[in-house]
Nanobody, 123 residues
Framework: QVKLAESGGGSVQAGGSLRLSCAASGGAFRTYAMAWFRQAPGKEREFVAAVSWGSAPTYYADSVKGRFTISRDNAKNIVYLQMNSLKPEDTAVYSC????????????????WGQGTQVTVSS
């Protein structure tokens, strides 16, 4: 069973950048599709980005397209989320998730989750 642990969150001013990491342990990481979701206070969890087991294809929410990049290093069992040009509306708890099979954008399809990491963007 894969276990996930996020890191890299923090506070940044608008326009800044952060890189989140999600380290996987305990399973065949390279067989899992990976995704990032986020949840802001008082809002539902929303899809951010996803990557197939082979590093392609990738998928992005319209709200982050062109600013965020998801990537994975199967040799290190890590998936990254590079976040550039951050906006206050990107403030949320970011969680990585894993599933076997095809990548999806529906949180309900993912059975494995990390604990989340807080990202706060100030204006």
């Amino acid at each position: 069973q894969v276990k996930l642990a996020e890191s890299g969150g923090g506070s940044v001013q608008a326009g800044g950048s952060l890189r989140l990491s999600c380290a996987a342990s305990g399973g065949a990481f390279r067989t899992y599709a990976m995704a990032w979701f986020r949840q802001a206070p008082g809002k539902e969890r929303e899809f951010v980005a996803a990557v197939s087991w082979g590093s392609a294809p990738t998928y992005y929410a319209d709200s982050v397209k062109g600013r965020f990049t998801i990537s994975r290093d199967n040799a290190k069992n890590i998936v990254y989320l590079q976040m550039n040009s951050l906006k206050p509306e990107d403030t949320a708890v970011y969680s990585c998730a894993a599933k076997r099979g095809l990548v999806q954008q529906n949180a309900g399809a993912f059975g494995l989750w990390g604990q989340g990491t807080q990202v706060t963007v100030s204006s």
